[in-house]
């Protein structure tokens, strides 16, 4: 039985099969599903977990070579939380395009993990290093 880490084994699954320069989601409640690719929510209420909250749990143990972002997650969120964004991904290149053109690169991702975040444009697609 796992006793740190990522306990969810779906989740688990879903990061041994990236691999150098694939992507993977983690969106926020409202994030469109796409049937192509696998997705798994761990939704729970309003805010629980968040997008943060994911990021911060793989990122010991998952690679990130960059990561894309909507532009609109910048002017429509407070500068706090922005900031807290770029504060976990220092060191990391974060490209920020029109949240259509963020869309356009879902469905080459191997997978999507769909948060409980209600933050605006809280998306985030990571590319593996």
Not at 35 to 42: F, G, L, N, R, S
Not at 52 to 68: E, H, K, T, Y
Not at 107 to 116: F, S, W
């Amino acid at each position: 039985m796992l006793k740190t880490g990522i306990l969810n084994p779906a989740i688990n699954s879903l990061l041994s099969r990236v691999r150098h320069t694939n992507t993977l989601v983690i969106a926020d409640r409202g994030f469109p599903y796409w049937p192509e690719i696998e997705t798994i929510d761990i939704s729970l209420v309003d805010d629980i977990p968040k997008v943060l909250d994911v990021l911060a749990a793989i990122r010991s143990n998952f690679s990130i070579g960059r990561v894309f972002a909507a532009h609109e997650f910048l002017t429509s969120n407070r500068q706090a939380t922005t900031d807290a964004l770029e504060h976990m991904l220092s060191g990391i290149t974060i490209t920020y395009e029109a949240h259509l053109e963020f869309k356009r690169r879902v469905p080459g991702a191997i997978g999507l993990i769909r948060t409980g975040d209600t933050t605006q444009y809280a998306n985030l697609i990571l590319e593996s290093a």
